[in-house]
């Protein structure tokens, strides 16, 4: 393939969190493929207002094999036209925009607009929300003119799809899943990972991990760990995130289960150097999630080789086969509760390896790269 000038728009370095590690993960990949890479991210990414955690930046030290620029504020159309015209000043052969969020739609889609000005370049979007869990007035108006602002797509997920292609069926697309977080280290042995994380290496643990959001289903998790059948096992819930919903709600839950013994919190955001501590400690990796699109602690789990419990929403049964890497049920307490049991009942991690290693393979990142290169050229203005 000829050597391309590639453009990622959207968060990165000095920002923290799931989209900006896979920005730079993408990034690396283009690299290593062999094209000129450069990443505009945020000066302002959510207003304070918005942001609903403690900080919205990273405590690590700057990538220095990415090209980084800050140059984007989300609430300054000037700054869009600004940005847009720099951007399409360099000519670069692809745009990727990454979009997950109506909020940004207005910044993303005129900066787009702007660059497609000059026919030439091709602006292609990966999508991990249309429509957000979370819903507010003007979410598919922001949508629409974020789609519409396009060349072509690529979705993460069948249910992403669906909901861009409700606003344009005419756009090229692509649809591939969520590749492997591979950026967090090596594996480390589960005896390293209890020693880190001061865990008990006799008890068996259960792990939710990621921001705390009210449609990751966590409450029902809490309920399914109240079951009876769970309570003289050795056992425990490990919940290793920052809540960026109603901390109180899960608390009194804990307290009216008397859960207390059962679960070991950590309460804040998990720094990429500790993720692969937690995945080594966890027995099975659970997402119970009541509403979702695709998940990136699924392809956490995978690179990791942890069986999952995951439920039957989104595009999360799409890449978790029920049986052969864990489980697939409905996003219900009691179901939630009956694989768990069965599993401290009747399996270990080892049950689902092969599987594991059979599916992972399929999410590699050259997959991705190549599903946005395929819709850049398919793509006419």
């Not at 005129?110 to 003007?138: C, F, M, Q, S």
């Not at 809540?243 to 608390?251: G, H, R, T, W």
Request: proline share 5%; hydrophobic share 40%; aromatic share 12%.
């Amino acid at each position: 393939m000829d050597k391309k000038r590639i453009i990622i728009v959207g968060p990165a370095y000095p920002y923290r969190g799931g989209i900006a590690d896979f920005n730079e993960r993408l990034a690396r990949e283009f690299q290593r493929e062999g094209h000129e890479v450069m990443t505009y991210t945020f000066t302002l990414q959510y207003p304070d207002f918005l942001f609903p955690g403690t900080t919205q930046y990273s405590t690590s030290a700057a990538p220095e094999d990415l090209h980084i620029v800050r140059k984007v504020n989300s609430v300054n159309p000037l700054n869009w036209l600004k940005v847009g015209r720099e951007i399409r000043r360099q000519r670069p052969d692809m745009v990727m925009i990454r979009f997950w969020l109506p909020f940004l739609a207005p910044c993303l889609g005129t900066i787009a607009r702007v660059i497609r000005r000059d026919k030439r370049i091709r602006v292609v979007g990966l999508l991990d929300n249309v429509i957000p869990h979370e819903h507010r007035i003007g979410d598919r108006v922001f949508a629409r003119y974020m789609i519409r602002s396009l060349d072509g797509y690529v979705a993460m997920s069948e249910s992403v799809l669906k909901d861009a292609r409700s606003f344009d069926e005419t756009l090229p697309y692509g649809l591939t899943p969520h590749p492997l977080y591979d950026n967090f280290g090596a594996k480390v042995s589960r005896e390293e990972a209890i020693r880190e994380l001061g865990l008990d290496a006799d008890t068996r643990y259960i792990l939710f991990f990621g921001l705390i959001r009210d449609y990751k289903g966590l409450d029902l998790l809490l309920r399914a760990f109240a079951d009876e059948r769970l309570r003289g096992k050795r056992v425990k819930l490990i919940v290793a995130g920052e809540f960026y919903s109603n901390a109180e709600m899960y608390e009194r839950l804990e307290s009216e289960l008397a859960l207390a013994e059962h679960i070991v919190w950590y309460k804040e955001f998990v720094p990429a150097d500790k993720v692969r501590y937690f995945f080594a400690a966890a027995d099975l990796v659970a997402q119970p999630y009541k509403t979702a699109t695709q998940s990136g602690i699924t392809q956490i789990a995978y690179h990791f080789e942890r069986p999952m419990l995951v439920t039957n929403v989104g595009g999360l049964a799409e890449i978790v086969p029920h049986g052969k890497v864990g489980y697939v049920v409905e996003p219900d307490a009691k179901d939630i509760a009956e694989a768990l049991v069965d599993f401290v009942d009747n399996h270990t991690e080892a049950d689902f390896c092969e599987g594991i290693l059979e599916e992972k393979a399929k999410y590699a990142w050259s997959n991705m790269t190549q599903a946005l290169y395929d819709v850049a050229d398919n793509s006419k203005h």
